[in-house]
């Protein structure tokens, strides 16, 4: 076994990133389906550390500590270019959407039952493939598999969780751009708006990026955390458990819809080239992390029935995306860049997501709405209503 540290892994996680740039440079087809860059590097490291394994029986593990970290840096920066102004014009979009993903979540447990009964897996295996581990993702995976193994004797039930958020945060992190990509050639859509993206907001064409401006936003994003950890702590004192990358986000939001407004004289960071350098930055570096860590080969004796699975579940979302939300939402360019992001919501992590609607966003323009509505969906409102939905199907199942 070789382990690397914590450093190790950042360096090998920025190389992932590089690769996965050097990929989609020149391989027209990831720049066509618009694949997200840390899904083309990490998915290769993931098959090569594979390779190794099978070829020598050494396994590599990082240490992935600080992968979490990243995650709450870019979901802070996420919260601090929420402007209510802007969430005001994503309003109807948000409750549509998050209407929507309640009934999603309805319909891929049904499909994970249909499935699980017509193949030889079973029903609490097919519920398993369902919203449990897909719309829930690794963590409530992890968090539900007790249950089903005491309930429903699945001996294996946090294998097949983890298996099948594995896959579904890979098919989420390839399906979305392709998704947008039919939806806006086939509408022919154009942004509303002509400028720069900024995952979530907006930015000036000749702002310069700085060491003060840096500095500026390191600040903000770490009295921001700060603020958001300590809230954290105090719903847990209530009984209400949220990741702590949920309450760092509404951090953000409470800060950048006050603080501006009080001290007007301080420059804000919200919608500046140095904020989305940040978020960029964490997110390549979470995802890179989470997808080359992914030791595939332990997955390979469930593979044939978690498959049949999500490959249905892909035709569902697909579908449902398509004919659903994008039409529901409007049939604009926001709705196709929310369909991309939906998909890989539904199917993996609301990082996925953001990675879709960036890849996509990077190559046919800004969708300031699709970066506001897709992870507060995703960060909040989609695991509160996963958990009573999960909790119906176990109880007639």
Request: charged share 10%.
């Amino acid at each position: 076994m070789l382990e690397l540290g914590q450093r190790q892994t950042i360096i090998v996680a920025i190389l992932v990133l590089f690769l996965g740039k050097a990929l989609n440079k020149q391989l027209t087809f990831l720049r066509e389906y618009n694949i997200p860059e840390p899904v083309t590097g990490g998915m290769l490291a993931s098959i090569f550390i594979g390779v190794i394994y099978a070829s020598s029986g050494i396994t590599i593990d990082f240490e992935l500590a600080g992968r979490d970290q990243f995650l709450i840096i870019f979901f802070t920066c996420v919260g601090l270019n929420a402007r209510f102004a802007s969430l005001l014009k994503g309003g109807y979009a948000l409750v549509i959407l998050l209407v929507l993903a309640i009934v999603y979540l309805v319909l891929q447990n049904t499909t994970g039952l249909l499935v699980g009964q017509l193949s030889s897996s079973g029903s609490a295996v097919g519920l398993l493939g369902g919203s449990v581990s897909l719309s829930g993702g690794h963590g409530t995976a992890i968090a539900w598999a007790d249950i089903f193994e005491s309930k429903f004797s699945i001996t294996n039930a946090i294998e097949i969780g983890i298996a099948c958020a594995t896959f579904g945060l890979i098919f989420g992190g390839i399906i979305g751009g392709p998704i947008a990509k039919f939806l806006i050639k086939r509408y022919q859509l154009n942004p509303a708006d002509s400028a720069v993206v900024s995952l979530g907001g907006e930015y000036s064409q000749g702002e310069r990026i700085h060491i003060d401006t840096v500095l500026h936003c390191i600040l903000v994003i770490s009295i921001a955390i700060g603020i958001g950890l300590q809230l954290n702590q105090i719903l847990l004192s209530f009984g209400l458990i949220l990741p702590e990358f949920v309450t760092s986000l509404f951090a953000g939001i409470i800060l950048t819809n006050t603080v501006p407004y009080v001290f007007n004289k301080w420059s804000w960071p919200s919608g500046t080239r140095s904020l989305s350098l940040v978020s960029e930055l964490s997110l390549g570096l979470f995802l890179a992390m989470s997808l080359m860590s992914l030791q595939l080969w332990s997955l390979l004796e469930l593979a044939v029935p978690i498959l049949v699975i999500l490959l249905a579940q892909v035709f569902v979302i697909t579908i449902f995306v398509i004919f659903v939300v994008f039409k529901l939402l409007g049939k604009d360019y926001d709705a196709a860049v929310i369909a991309a992001g939906y998909a890989g919501l539904g199917l993996g992590a609301t990082p996925t997501a953001i990675a879709n609607m960036n890849a996509v966003t990077e190559r046919f323009g800004p969708s300031e709405k699709a970066f506001i509505v897709v992870p507060l969906v995703g960060a909040f409102f989609i695991d509160i209503a996963n958990t009573f939905v999960i909790q119906f199907f176990i109880s007639v199942l």
